[in-house]
């Protein structure tokens, strides 16, 4: 049985297995903490019936005006427990959430040579809105697709129109 139910500050003191993942980015305290005060509806996890965490999901949601959207910050899923649709169902309570919120859109970043969870989120309806160049720090520098889908309320779908070029970190809004 699996319970997803909103993340607590216990809860990060038991997600080190899931966090070892090399794709899964592992923050400091303080970070963790502003999203459970601010935004703790969007800060699931997925618990299996002995109480071990499965992944999760972290989000928000900001901007102004037509830029008002919903944020997936970090979603991860424990190796064990991936390809159960665990990461699809977090998704999408995180976008019943953002429906509420009258959100615009639902917006990530992902790194361009993270093809499973690209190839996840075209399945779940998100396109890639523009390309941000050298987002990622590292040995060597990463480009991040900013992928997009588009709410209820956006009906013409006008905030996922894909931008011609490429943007540079320092220029995204
Ligand atoms: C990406 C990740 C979150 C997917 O979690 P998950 O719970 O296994 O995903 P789901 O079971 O909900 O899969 C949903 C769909 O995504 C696609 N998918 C997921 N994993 C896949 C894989 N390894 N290969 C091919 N397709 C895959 C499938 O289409 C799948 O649907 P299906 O099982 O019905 O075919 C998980 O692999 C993970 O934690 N990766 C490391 C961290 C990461 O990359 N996070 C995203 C960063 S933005």
């Given amino acids: 049985m ?5 993340f607590t500050c216990d809860d990060l003191f038991k997600f080190n297995h899931v966090n070892l993942d090399p794709l899964t980015e592992t923050y400091g305290l303080p970070f963790y903490m502003q999203y459970l005060a601010h935004w703790p509806e969007y800060f699931q996890v997925a618990e299996s019936a002995s109480g071990e965490i499965m992944g999760y999901i972290m989000g928000k ?4 005006g037509d830029q ?3 944020h997936v910050t970090a979603l991860t899923v424990a190796p ?4 159960l649709g665990l ?3 977090l ?7 953002s429906e509420k919120k009258m959100c615009y859109f639902v917006d ?3 790194r361009v040579s993270n093809k499973v969870a690209v190839e996840m989120y075209n ?5 890639v809105y523009r390309r941000v160049l050298q987002y990622y720090s590292g040995d060597v520098d990463e480009d991040a697709f900013d992928m997009r889908k588009a709410m209820s309320r956006d009906v013409d779908k006008t905030s996922i129109i894909p931008l011609k070029h490429p943007v540079r970190p320092e220029e995204l809004e």
């Fill in 108 to 110: 990530l970043f992902v």
């Fill in 123 to 127: 399945k779940l309806g998100y396109s």
């Fill in 61 to 64: 949601a900001e901007g102004q």
């Fill in 87 to 89: 990461a699809g169902k």
């Fill in 80 to 83: 064990e427990y991936r390809r």
């Fill in 91 to 97: 998704m999408s309570n995180l976008e019943e959430i």
């Fill in 68 to 70: 008002w959207h919903g």
């Fill in 2 to 6: 699996t319970t997803i139910r909103q």
